[in-house]
């Protein structure tokens, strides 16, 4: 497993955290998989990413698999994510010119949010929308009351929606 989250280019935090294996090996198996030293740096961690138009149709259309798996198969939290991520990739991969080395929504961000659904205290939830029925990513603070309302960016999508480059 640690190898096919290699090859899906699994940020090397994400596999310390999931397996009891040194760094030192991690390292040497990243580069024996992909030719490479894994990327250095902090994780991408912001929810506000989330909630952002294009990255929340992609990690929505993520958690669609995952839901699906996670309520229909016996498959392991891990195998879970790299199922529906595979899934997740195959589908967009069929839509626009995906480059799958350099993916928009990496596997560890799907990793990241997965994590912040399941916190004590979550900082993204599913929220259904109330156009479509489709779940989709938000914030899991409803302080402002929006979930009861909620409207995807799908059913009321931006002017400029697609046309900025988002951040990665
Ligand atoms: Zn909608």
Redesign the pocket.
């Known amino acids: 497993m640690a190898i096919r989250l290699i090859q899906l280019r699994a940020r090397l935090q994400v596999l310390e955290e999931e397996f009891n294996l040194s760094r030192e090996i991690l390292i040497q198996l990243y580069k024996e998989v992909l030719g490479e030293s894994p990327p250095k740096g902090m994780l991408p961690f912001s929810e506000d990413w989330y909630s952002t138009w294009q990255p929340n149709i992609h990690s929505s259309l993520f958690m669609g698999y995952y839901q699906i798996f996670s309520k229909y198969t016996e498959l392991s939290p891990l195998e879970l994510l790299i199922k529906s991520y595979e899934m997740y990739l195959e589908e967009v991969s069929r839509h626009c010119n995906y480059d799958k080395n350099h993916p928009f929504f990496s596997i560890t961000r799907a990793w990241m949010m997965l994590k912040m659904m399941k916190y004590n205290h979550p900082m993204l939830r599913m929220t259904r929308?109330n156009?479509?029925q489709?779940n989709f990513v938000t914030r899991a603070d409803d302080s402002l009351g929006f979930h009861k309302n909620f409207?995807?960016g799908?059913?009321n999508m931006p002017a400029r929606a697609g046309k900025t480059k988002v951040q990665q």
């Open positions: 929308c156009e479509c489709g409207v995807c799908l059913c």
